[in-house]
């Protein structure tokens, strides 16, 4: 069994590397952009959106013509890789229940820039603190806060909140595969005023200092609105702004796997919700003909769930029991917050509010988000038993 795993470091590059990066992901989106937007017109004339083959012919065209002649001096890997990616998104988006959206054009300073180098043992080389790289980058300096372990097959250098960074894709053979060393099971039910709440009655990750910053990250905004545009201040407010989606992304993905560790490391089996969050975003509005039921109350549970990036947490819990060989088992999500988990009792009136949960038939009073956790824990175990019943995919 192979565990494939990324690690990130800082990257320290001098003056003219930096200023070499910001050209090659600068060709690296445009040629991005140029293919999108080709795709989109061949869509607008109703033929099929081009996969990779095509594009990659589109940019040869490209070099060749006198306005776009400049991408000769681009890395073509990374160009090819960014058509990569583009094939990927659209396959992706056209893959039902993937619930993925349409690519969307790069802009300079808003998108994330990135350029991936493939074929790492031939064309780069690593020795201590830094990294050779082709494109006429050379010997790059990094920040090693931990150990580069594995094979690395490829890296991904970019810039995230104004500093450059690397991430190495690594390979790493594992001997047998892992058995799991726990034997408990745990259900997690998404909750309202926690990320999560397992089945043993604990809440998990209050979102208060995401709250927070999400505030401050609106203060700052509005004042970016009383600065002239393009103004000395108003760029150092825009920087201000980009620091802070910065933190709140680490603020957010530190809670998760946080908590992903914790739930992995101590349970062989995790259940959860198969929940689907395209569908649960669009249904709060309805349609013109069928408006939605109560949708300001929806759209603020929806936002929670949004933001609170359930998806990420998903992925998460899936790749760290792989690797410890143990098991996320996704259920589907009907009556886990209306069944009653000592009697089986189901009925709409059990929930009595979104807070709390009083079975009709046999008085079981509990917080409603403990029952559906409990709840979704025993659709697992219903569902491992059963042969026909699929379990979670590893994607
Ligand atoms: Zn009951």
């Known amino acids: 069994m192979k565990r494939q795993l990324g690690l990130k470091y800082r990257l320290d590059p001098t003056p003219q590397q930096a200023a070499r990066l910001r050209v090659l992901a600068g060709h690296a989106r445009f040629v991005w952009n140029h293919a999108l ?12 959106v081009p996969r990779y083959a095509t594009m990659a012919g589109w940019v040869t065209t490209w070099k060749r013509q006198e306005a776009t002649a400049f991408l ?33 054009f790069k802009k300079k300073g ?45 890296c991904t250098v970019g810039l995230d909140g104004g500093h450059w960074h690397i991430s190495f894709q690594v390979e790493v053979e594992l001997a047998t595969p892992p058995r799991h060393p726990a034997t408990a099971a745990v ?9 999560a709440v397992d089945s043993h009655g604990t809440p998990h990750a209050g979102r208060n200092s995401f709250r927070q910053l999400e505030q401050r990250i609106a203060t700052t905004q509005r004042r970016l609105t009383h600065k002239t545009r393009f103004s000395r201040n108003w760029k150092k407010q825009k920087a201000r702004i980009a620091r802070l989606h910065q933190k709140a992304a680490n603020v957010r993905r530190d809670t998760f796997h946080k908590l992903s560790t914790t739930m992995c490391n101590n349970h062989a089996m995790v259940a959860i919700e198969d929940l689907r969050v395209r569908n649960m975003t669009t249904s709060a509005k309805g349609s013109l003909a069928a408006p939605g039921k109560r949708v300001k109350q929806k759209a603020g549970l929806n936002k929670a769930i949004l933001d609170q990036g359930w998806f990420e947490f998903r992925r998460q819990l899936t790749y760290k029991q792989a690797w410890r060989g143990g098991l996320l088992v996704a259920v589907p999500p009907h009556h886990t917050s209306q069944t009653c988990p000592e009697c089986g009792h189901v009925e709409a009136a059990n929930r009595l509010s979104r807070a709390s949960f009083c079975c009709q038939a046999c008085g079981h009073a509990d917080h409603a988000d403990v029952v ?11 569902q491992l038993s059963g042969q026909d019943l699929p379990v979670a995919p590893v994607k």
């Open 110 to 154: 808003k998108s994330r820039d990135a350029i991936r180098f493939v074929n790492f043992p031939k064309y780069c080389r690593l020795d201590h603190r830094r990294v050779k790289l082709p494109a006429g980058l050379g010997w790059v300096r990094f920040r090693q806060s931990r150990p580069v372990e594995g094979r690395i097959t490829s």
């Open 187 to 195: 259900g997690l039910d998404m909750g309202v005023a926690h990320f």
């Open 72 to 104: 000769t001096e681009a890395y073509t890997d990374n160009l090819q890789q960014k058509l990569r990616d583009l094939d990927t998104a659209w396959q992706r988006h056209f893959t039902p229940g993937l619930a993925a959206d349409a690519p969307r």
């Open 37 to 48: 937007a080709e795709c989109l017109a061949a869509r607008e004339r109703g033929e099929r």
């Open 372 to 382: 559906g956790a409990r709840n979704i824990l025993a659709k697992a175990h219903e």
